[in-house]
């Protein structure tokens, strides 16, 4: 592909991003939370959960992209001071979105990641300036975009200067309508044969249904995924965003029990 100066990359690089004491492209990294932060008890006992489970991040949006300008659109730098005060009490780092330039550099001092969400994949001058923070980004893939309009992407926030840019399947909107997008597992192996950047799996807006995220989260493991990010709810019927789709904290241990094993079996097998 033309341009990806900085995201092609040598052959056999690999690009491995730390935050904390995860090695993101290293270790497989697994981020769960809720879809947006709406209380500090929703928050924090969701964080506890999803750490007793063995997720490695927290992730909570503050700022929410949403269909309709009714819906709730996040909390803002409260949501931030909640995630901060969940980031004391577990340990986890905070992935958590941004969604204007101008939020960047304050945002930052709350997150450990930096998520630019489907709907802002390419918004450039956002993308500019997360490339000039120094946070690491989660770059989701444009609901409507190729994998190269997707590094080209990665490739303006690597060209100001920010090393550390891990990339998210999420999932692409197709003529079918069961699913909320249709998760596109091929761009695993395909990614990694364009780039030496990680590449993480969302299966839950990748499907939006509660039956499909367990299936689609091994998937993604057996297809060589560097990690997951997945949405879970203390008391997923009273989510104010992506009720439909968020796991009880019961149901993300019980995929977490399944998980791991199947990680460590598909090492052993390409070992
Ligand atoms: C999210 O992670 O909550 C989110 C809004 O994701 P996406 O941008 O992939 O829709
Ligand atoms: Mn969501």
Redesign the pocket.
């Known amino acids: 592909m033309k341009n990806l100066k900085l995201a092609s990359g040598e052959i056999g690089q690999k690009t491995v991003v730390r935050v904390g004491n995860v090695d993101v492209g290293h270790q497989f990294v697994v981020i769960a939370g809720p879809?947006?932060v709406e209380t500090e008890e929703q928050t924090l006992e969701t964080a506890r959960a999803v750490k007793a489970a063995g997720a490695d991040m927290l992730?909570g949006?503050a700022f929410?992209?949403r269909t309709s300008p009714y819906s709730f659109q996040g909390l803002g730098l409260q949501g931030l001071k909640i995630l901060e005060k969940a980031r004391e009490e577990t340990g986890l780092p905070i992935v958590t979105?941004v969604i204007d330039p101008r939020d960047v550099s304050w945002v930052s001092e709350f997150a450990d990641i930096l998520?630019i969400?489907?709907?802002n994949m390419q918004n450039f001058a956002l993308l500019k300036e997360v490339g000039r923070s120094d946070r690491p980004v989660l770059l989701?893939r444009g609901?409507y975009s190729t994998l190269e309009e997707w590094l080209n992407c990665a490739e303006y926030i690597l060209s100001e200067g920010n090393p550390n840019v891990i990339l998210?399947e999420?999932g692409i909107r197709t003529f079918e309508k069961y699913t909320r997008n249709t998760l596109d597992l091929s761009a695993i192996p395909a990614i990694k044969e364009l780039t030496h950047l990680p590449i993480i799996v969302?299966p839950t807006?990748g499907t939006g249904r509660l039956s499909l995220i367990g299936p689609m989260s091994l998937a993604a493991v057996a297809a060589g995924a560097d990690g997951m990010?997945i949405?879970v709810h203390n008391n997923p019927q009273a989510a104010l965003s992506?009720a439909d789709q968020a796991l009880t904290p019961q149901m993300f241990a019980d995929l977490m029990k399944r998980v791991k094993p199947l990680k460590t079996f598909m090492e052993n097998l390409t070992d």
Request: charged fraction near 45%.
């Open positions: 879809c947006g992730r949006g929410k992209p979105e998520q969400g489907t709907r989701k609901m998210c999420r969302d807006h990010i949405e992506d």
